[in-house]
């Protein structure tokens, strides 16, 4: 598959884009201490499939068994959704969404804070949006795939945070995962220049511990070694001719940044 998309690709992107951050929209006002994971993936499978009319991407994605990925707290990616798993005060957790519409993905995801959280927890989050934007300011044609992970991992480390290596984010199309990876770490004028027509993600995961991390026996869920918290944004884009569009934006997000970006 190739590495740049048609205009007809393009359009087609732009909309599953926009009913993935519809899906962020819709669940917001139902988070709320009390309330299980397992809870929240119903109401967002059933949105998604009943009101949208799109498919849920992760749902036996490689056997994964729920419509959407709920990482809580500690939690750096791919949380399954449970009944057992009952938000409580003081909760941060990322509801990760992509759709299949026309059969081309959407995918983003965002964080929520749950009641009164930490000071830690509230500059975790902050600090791993800025890092989002951060990376989004890099794209352009011409650019590099490590001034992505540069910006990232500079802001990140200057904030006395880590950014985690194991996971990235991916070229994405009529297929969930493609090429190229997008890493959130690395050198500025490394890796692959960016063309307009290119459209991949930037989620990156950032920990108030060490960078570390480990996979649970659900084969899944990734949790952080040291057990402190993580945080993840994600963006899908494409590149145009004089820089980026955000495809999967939500309405109360100020992107005005990126228009003096060429």
């Not at 949006?129 to 992970?149: F, K, N, S, T, W």
């Not at 027509?197 to 084969?219: K, Q, S, V, Y």
């Not at 993580?230 to 990126?258: I, Y």
Request: overall charge negative; charged content about 20%.
């Amino acid at each position: 598959m190739s590495l740049i998309k048609t205009a007809a690709d393009i359009a087609a992107m732009r909309e599953a884009g926009r009913l993935a951050a519809e899906v962020l929209t819709f669940i917001e006002p139902h988070l709320r201490a009390g309330i299980s994971t397992l809870e929240i993936d119903r109401l967002a499978h059933d949105y998604m499939t009943q009101v949208q009319g799109v498919i849920p991407a992760p749902l036996n994605y490689h056997g994964f068994p729920k419509s959407i990925c709920t990482s809580v707290n500690h939690v750096v990616c791919h949380g399954i959704p449970s009944e057992k798993k009952i938000l409580k005060n003081g909760d941060i957790i990322n509801i990760d969404i992509t759709v299949i519409k026309d059969g081309y993905h959407g995918d983003t995801s965002k964080m929520f804070l749950i009641g009164d959280c930490s000071v830690l927890a509230r500059r975790l989050c902050k600090v791993a949006l800025e890092c989002l934007y951060l990376g989004i300011a890099q794209v352009r044609p011409g650019a590099h795939l490590g001034d992505i992970g540069h910006a990232i991992q500079t802001h990140a480390e200057a904030q006395r945070f880590s950014v985690v290596r194991d996971y990235c984010g991916h070229g994405i199309g009529r297929g969930f995962h493609e090429e190229p990876q997008v890493l959130h770490y690395g050198r500025p004028g490394t890796g692959m220049e960016l063309q307009a027509g290119m459209i991949f993600t930037i989620e990156p995961m950032i920990n108030a511990g060490t960078h570390h991390t480990r996979l649970l026996a659900d084969d899944w869920t990734v949790v952080t070694r040291d057990h402190k918290l993580s945080a993840q944004w994600e963006h899908m884009m494409v590149v145009t001719e004089t820089g980026v569009e955000v495809l999967t934006a939500r309405p109360e997000e100020d992107l005005s940044f990126l228009e003096n970006i060429a």
